[in-house]
C-alpha cells in the first residue's frame, strides 16, 4: 500500500473554500471559475496519449475522465472494463457507508452487566477507539480511559468496587480476514485482522501507521480497559475473558467514534485499511445483512445499485482483496455523485480525498523533482497499490479552472504511482477549453 506520511492534519487541511492550496500551484486561477470553458475532448485526448504511450505499459491500463459538472464522457481508454481497484476501493466503501448510515452516525463501545453480577466489554466495530489519548490525532477517537471512568462511577453509585471483566468480540461473524487478502498484509503492518473490538486499528504502536499488529486485538483491548478500570478505582478480579453479553442489557457506560463524515475522512486521507472494514461491515448491519465479509458484499451492492452505480464488485472494504473488480468509470460517476450537490452527505469522500504534493498519501508525490509538479495543489485523489496494480481516482483543475474527475488504473507488473500521477498532471496543465 502507498506509505502515508505523518503529518498535523489539522494543520495542514485545506480550508473548505478552497480547491487546493494555491502556494502549491503554479499559474493557478484564484478560485474555479462557474464559467469555465468545457474541455475538449479532443484537445485532451493529445494532452494523454504521449504520456501513456510513453508509460511503458502496453497492457493492463484503463482510464476514465469526465467533466464534473454535465458528466460528459471526455476522454477513455477501456473505461469500461473492470480492472482490480486496490486501495480506491475505500471511495466505494466510504460512499457505501454515508449513504447507508448517514454521516452523523457513530460506532459506540459499550459496558453492560452479566448475569453473574460481572460485567462485560462489547466492541461496536469502532477500530479507532484507543487507551488515553496520549496519542493525539484528529479527529479525536473515543478512549478507554473514557469508558472506564463513566463505568466507575456507575459501578460505585451501587456500592461495587470489584468486578469480573469479561470482552464480547462476536458482533462479527465469520472469518477475521477478508477472501483475497495475503497473509503477509497483517505480517508487515498493512493491517489487523478484523474484529467488533480492537484499539488503534491493532496496531503495537499508534502512532506509526504501519506498526506491526497485536496477535489477539481483543483480547488487549480488554486488558487495556481492565488498567483503566484499576486506575479508575474498581479492582478488576482475575483476568478479562471472551463472553457474549447478555441480550437486551441495558449499557452502563458507552463511548462513540467520531462521526462517520469523520471517519471516512480520516480513512481516505490515511488510507486505514482497519477503518474500511469496519465501514465495510457497517453497511453490513445497516442493509440487515450478517456483519461477515459477505454480508458487506451484499450491502454494497445493494447500495451501488440504489445510487444507479454498476460495475463494482467488492469483497472488502480496504482494497487490500485481489478479488475485487470495478470499472475506472464507476469510480468516476462514484466522485461525480460525491460531489453533486443532490447528495450533500456524501461530500466527505471529497474532502477526504489527500491532495497532491500536500496531505495525507500524496504528500510526498508530485514534488518539484518530479514530473508531475504541475498537479501538485491541483489534484485531490486516491491513491492505490498493490503488486501489480497501481491506481487513482479523484479530481483535477484544469488550467482554465474546469472540474474533471478521473479515475487511471494500471494492472500489470510495470505499475507504478508515479506513472500515474503524470496523466493527473496533464489533465492540470490542460488548457483545453
Given amino acids: 500500500m502507498a506509505g502515508a506520511v505523518a503529518i498535523d492534519i489539522i494543520e495542514s487541511r485545506p480550508p473548505a473554500a478552497m480547491p487546493y492550496p494555491v502556494a502549491f500551484a503554479e499559474d493557478a486561477p484564484d478560485a474555479a471559475p462557474q464559467d469555465a470553458a468545457q474541455v475538449d475532448p479532443g484537445r485532451l485526448a493529445d494532452m494523454l496519449d504521449d504520456p501513456m504511450a510513453e508509460s511503458g505499459v502496453a497492457d493492463g491500463l484503463h482510464a476514465y475522465v469526465a467533466d464534473a459538472r454535465s458528466g460528459e464522457r471526455l476522454y477513455g481508454r477501456d473505461g469500461g472494463q473492470a480492472a482490480v481497484p486496490a486501495s480506491t476501493t475505500k471511495i466505494v466503501t466510504a460512499v457505501a457507508a454515508l449513504h447507508a448510515l448517514g454521516p452523523q452516525a457513530r460506532i459506540s463501545t459499550e459496558v453492560v452487566r452479566d448475569d453473574d453480577g460481572g460485567i462485560v466489554l462489547v466492541g461496536g466495530g469502532d477500530p479507532t477507539i484507543t487507551t488515553d489519548g496520549s496519542f493525539e490525532h ?34 462479527y461473524s465469520g472469518s477475521d480476514m477478508p477472501p483475497g487478502w495475503k497473509p503477509g498484509y497483517v505480517d508487515e503492518g498493512s493491517a489487523s485482522t478484523v474484529h467488533a473490538l480492537m484499539l488503534d486499528g491493532g496496531r503495537v504502536y499508534p502512532e506509526q501507521h504501519y506498526s506491526e499488529r497485536v496477535d489477539n486485538p481483543p483480547d488487549v483491548a480488554a486488558d487495556a480497559f ?28 458507552s463511548v462513540a467514534s467520531p462521526p462517520l463524515s469523520s471517519l471516512v475522512e480520516w480513512m481516505l486521507l490515511e488510507s486505514d485499511n482497519n477503518i474500511a472494514e469496519a465501514l465495510f461491515l457497517q453497511v453490513a448491519i445497516a ?61 466527505p469522500v471529497v474532502s477526504g480525498l489527500p491532495t497532491a504534493h500536500f496531505t495525507g498519501t500524496l504528500t510526498s508525490r508530485y514534488s518539484q523533482a518530479s514530473g508531475s509538479h504541475p498537479g501538485a495543489g491541483r489534484i485531490r485523489a ?26 487511471f488504473m494500471v494492472n500489470d507488473p510495470s505499475a507504478l504511482g508515479s506513472t500515474l500521477d503524470t496523466f493527473a498532471a496533464a489533465l492540470a496543465e490542460c488548457g483545453c477549453g
Fill in 138 to 171: 484528529y479527529p479525536r477517537p473515543a478512549t478507554m480511559q473514557e469508558l472506564a471512568a463513566e463505568t466507575a462511577d456507575a459501578l460505585k453509585e451501587s456500592g461495587t468496587d470489584s468486578v469480573q471483566l469479561s470482552y464480547d468480540d462476536t458482533l
Fill in 226 to 253: 481492565a488498567e483503566q478500570l484499576e486506575e479508575a478505582g474498581v479492582r478488576v478480579t482475575g483476568d478479562p475473558s471472551p463472553a457474549e453479553a447478555p441480550d437486551g442489557a441495558e449499557p452502563l457506560a
Fill in 287 to 347: 442493509q440487515g445483512h450478517e456483519a461477515s465479509f459477505a454480508g458487506g458484499s451484499e450491502g454494497v451492492s445493494e447500495v451501488m445499485k440504489r445510487l444507479g452505480v454498476s460495475d463494482v464488485h467488492v469483497e472488502d472494504g480496504s482494497g487490500l482483496s485481489v478479488n475485487n473488480r470495478i470499472t475506472p468509470k464507476a469510480l468516476v460517476e462514484l466522485v461525480r455523485l460525491a460531489a453533486d450537490p443532490d447528495h450533500p452527505k456524501l461530500y
Fill in 382 to 407: 486516491k491513491t492505490g497499490t498493490l503488486n501489480g496494480v497501481s491506481t487513482l481516482a479523484g479530481t483535477a483543475y484544469a488550467a482554465d479552472g474546469r472540474l474533471l474527475v478521473f479515475a
